[in-house]
């Protein structure tokens, strides 16, 4: 059931690899550096998944998902973070704002594979 993803992290390496990791699950990915770019991207590509780092320049990812949450014109794709934050206030936060999942890091293949699966994207 593979779609467009749609991965936001300001780290080249962690894009690379979550990118090499979705290709791997058959989505087509489409990579964001920013907050605000994931923005425009998720108004213009329609994904089925976004996979977001917390702490992004300009916009945090919180704030990206609160965006897309509060806009009922998105096609309100999954959104899942990965992120090395373990504070539980924020993840609680995350879920309680609408995230679908949170991975922390370091993540591998197995991970990612058994989140989508969960989350019916595989």
């Known amino acids: 059931m593979a779609g467009k993803c749609i991965v936001v992290d300001d780290s080249q390496t ?19 550096e920013s907050g605000e770019e994931a923005l425009e991207l998720c108004r213009r590509e329609n994904p089925n998944l976004i996979i977001s780092d917390w702490r992004l320049p300009l916009m945090d990812g919180i704030d990206v ?17 990965c992120a090395t934050m373990s504070d539980i206030d924020n ?4 879920l309680d704002g609408g995230a679908d999942d949170f991975i922390m890091r370091p993540f591998d293949e197995e991970i990612i594979g058994s989140k989508l699966a969960i989350l019916g994207l595989l």
């Not at 990118?19 to 489409?30: A, H, L, T, Y």
């Not at 609160?66 to 309100?76: N, P």
């Open 91 to 94: 993840i609680r936060m995350a």
């Open 65 to 81: 998902l609160y965006k897309i949450r509060g806009d009922r014109r998105l096609s309100q794709p999954k959104f899942m973070f």
């Open 14 to 32: 962690i894009r690379m690899l979550l990118v090499k990791i979705m290709e791997n699950f058959g989505f087509n990915v489409i990579e964001a």
